[in-house]
Antibody, heavy 120, light 106 residues
Framework: VQLVESGGGVVQPGRSLRLSCEVSGFSFSGYALHWVRQAPGGGLEWVALISYDGTTTNYADSVKGRFTISRDNSKDTLFLDMNSLTSEDTAVYFC??????????????WGQGTLVTVSS | IVLTQSPGTLSLSPGERATLSCRASQSVSSRYLAWYQQKRGQAPRLLIYGASTRATGIPDRFSGSGSETDFTLTITRLEPEDFAVYYCQQFGNSRLTFGGGTKVEI
């Protein structure tokens, strides 16, 4: 099982960024997926969840209306579109497989994360 | 639901027993309580799910217990590689919530 995030970098406040998470080693289309972030020196904060088929999504209040989680099951890839970024969005963003046992109630495999820095 | 972990930092020696607490602001289903380990610069690793079930490949020195609002992660006989930050997590209203973490240091 492998999850590899990409797309992080330095972005100005108010701008947008798209993160990707490429997956291998398991049946991508059978699993829900999470995005979780971690501010520098901080704890873990859940960001968003998408169902196995992409029809259901949920967001943390802190990102609702600004971030969009989506997936392309034909390409085994998860996305996070982030708009209206602020300094409070600066964090390492992890994608994670919902599990175990196909349950969304935890995250059993994680990527190594991609750093997003929002700064002018 | 807010998860409060204590202590914030636990200073122990290899071979000692670690007891980490996670208290929820309201009752949590045991099915929805998990624990993670995170080492510096690494992604979190799932240790325990369903409050007491070890994830794949997790040594049996790690155990979880508890119910309703009080949950515990116990590490018997700390190994050098166990010094890390530990987070509890619950699932509710289709979202994950994490505790603030407990750092286990030498």
């Amino acid at each position: 099982v492998q999850l590899v995030e990409s797309g992080g970098g330095v972005v100005q406040p108010g701008r947008s960024l798209r993160l990707s998470c490429e997956v291998s080693g398991f049946s991508f289309s059978g699993y829900a997926l999470h995005w979780v972030r971690q501010a520098p020196g901080g704890g873990l904060e859940w960001v968003a969840l998408i169902s196995y088929d992409g029809t259901t999504t949920n967001y943390a209040d802190s990102v609702k209306g600004r971030f969009t989680i989506s997936r392309d099951n034909s390409k085994d890839t998860l996305f996070l579109d982030m708009n209206s970024l602020t300094s409070e969005d600066t964090a390492v963003y992890f994608c994670a497989r919902a599990g175990p046992l196909l349950s969304p109630t935890a995250a059993d495999y994680w990527g190594q994360g991609t750093l997003v820095t929002v700064s002018s | 639901i807010v998860l409060t972990q204590s202590p914030g930092t636990l200073s122990l020696s290899p071979g000692e027993r670690a007891t980490l607490s996670c208290r929820a602001s309201q009752s949590v289903s045991s099915r929805y309580l998990a624990w993670y380990q995170q080492k510096r610069g690494q992604a979190p690793r799932l240790l325990i799910y369903g409050a007491s079930t070890r994830a794949t490949g997790i040594p049996d020195r790690f155990s979880g217990s508890g119910s309703e609002t009080d949950f515990t992660l116990t590490i018997t006989r700390l190994e050098p590689e166990d010094f890390a930050v530990y987070y509890c997590q619950q699932f509710g209203n289709s979202r994950l919530t994490f505790g603030g973490g407990t750092k286990v240091e030498i």
